[in-house]
């Protein structure tokens, strides 16, 4: 199920930029990956072209493909949101930096059920995602939402079935919160399920938990809103069941310093503080530090950079958290040191 977005820009947005290194590239940009960010991705895309002409074509197909896209150099950016570490990054000569912040959330279809109203743990969630806890009126449920009158229904587990970047930061989730899952499931973007169904993408995984009474599923929130799905609240490490909102994202990434976070590897899980959404995580970009087209290279930071200064509005609308100013300030320092055409920087933001 790949989708395409279709973009462009305008040279009136690149005034407060140097180009380095060539021209203004006007042809269409590529990339592919997260389904995380797609909604975002799509809305920055539009304005984009709408103000510039230049086209998007991005393909929302897993951050699993995303990544193995760019390493095989079919597409100008790979996106995840599995980051990768420095010494992956290292190994294929890639470079990543993030671009919103973002909740994943678990949503299910129970009649009779609004959003919000079922409270769950991690570790429930866990022994659910293990087929250890297999009716919605199981006691350990029950025992967290009392008053909430549950269905004796058989549990149907939703997953991705494709890599995918969300089900790392829900698979690293349970890890934390289950030892359990930890040692015969394990946190990445592609693991080996005990149980469910599979669909591709969070559009995939939407339609089923929407198809399937009794199912539960994750997914990007922005997915659970415009579906209008009916979402749980998970128990943080305050103890609390904050509301998965864009403000309560923010919440968990307050305390990140990716200054002190090498190769931009940073998660954003189970972070402390009362009003934090604990499956919080940000979103990447993938590009080569060593450009084989400058003018390609060029072009994909441009559009980003328009994004950071441009695109916040539109992130929030759809409950995503832009990135803070000093990460942004300091991703452009690293664009100019890490991605390059010829030893030479392809472009410099001011």
């Not at 072209?49 to 998007?56: R, S, V």
């Not at 973002?102 to 293990?130: C, E, F, K, R």
């Not at 693991?191 to 539960?216: C, H, M, R, Y």
């Not at 009362?274 to 919080?280: D, G, Q, V, Y």
Request: hydrophobic share 45%; aromatic share 10%; net charge positive.
């Amino acid at each position: 199920m790949f989708k395409t977005i279709a973009v462009a820009l305008s040279a009136t947005v690149l005034g407060a930029t140097v180009l380095v290194g060539g021209a203004a590239q006007a042809a269409d940009l590529s990339g592919a990956g997260a389904t995380f960010p797609a909604p975002v991705y799509a809305k920055w895309a539009e304005t984009y072209k709408a103000q510039t002409g230049i086209g998007l074509n991005y393909q929302a197909i897993g951050s699993g493909g995303g990544i193995k896209q760019i390493t095989a150099k079919t597409v100008q950016f790979g996106a995840s949101d599995k980051p990768l570490k420095p010494e992956q990054l290292d190994q294929v000569g890639l470079y990543q930096f993030p671009t919103v912040m973002g909740g994943v959330v678990p949503i299910m279809n129970l009649p009779g059920v609004n959003p919000g109203q079922v409270h769950l743990t991690g570790s429930l969630l866990a022994d659910i995602y293990l087929g250890k806890v297999a009716k919605w009126n199981d006691p350990r449920i029950a025992g967290l939402n009392k008053g909430v009158k549950l269905p004796n229904l058989p549990i149907t587990v939703v997953h991705r079935s494709d890599g995918s970047g969300t089900s790392f930061l829900f698979t690293s989730y349970l890890s934390m919160k289950s030892p359990e899952w930890q040692s015969k499931v394990g946190a990445s973007d592609s693991v080996e399920w005990p149980t469910g169904l599979g669909g591709k993408g969070n559009d995939g995984v939407s339609a089923f938990v929407k198809q399937t009474i009794g199912s539960i599923g994750y997914v990007e929130y922005a997915y659970a809103k415009q579906n209008h799905a009916v979402y749980a609240l998970v128990q943080n490490k305050a103890g609390q069941f904050p509301a998965p909102t864009a403000a309560n994202f923010a919440a968990a990434a307050a305390g990140a310093d990716w200054n002190k976070a090498p190769g931009n590897y940073l998660l954003l899980l189970d972070q402390p503080g009362a009003k934090s959404w604990p499956i919080t995580g940000a979103t990447f970009i993938l590009v080569y530090k060593n450009q084989d087209d400058a003018a390609a290279g060029q072009g994909v930071l441009k559009f980003f950079d328009w994004a950071y200064k441009n695109g916040d509005a539109a992130a929030g609308a759809l409950d995503y958290v832009p990135m803070p100013a000093a990460v942004k300030a300091l991703v452009r320092k690293q664009w100019a040191a890490n991605v390059k055409a010829g030893g030479k920087p392809v472009y410099v933001s001011k």
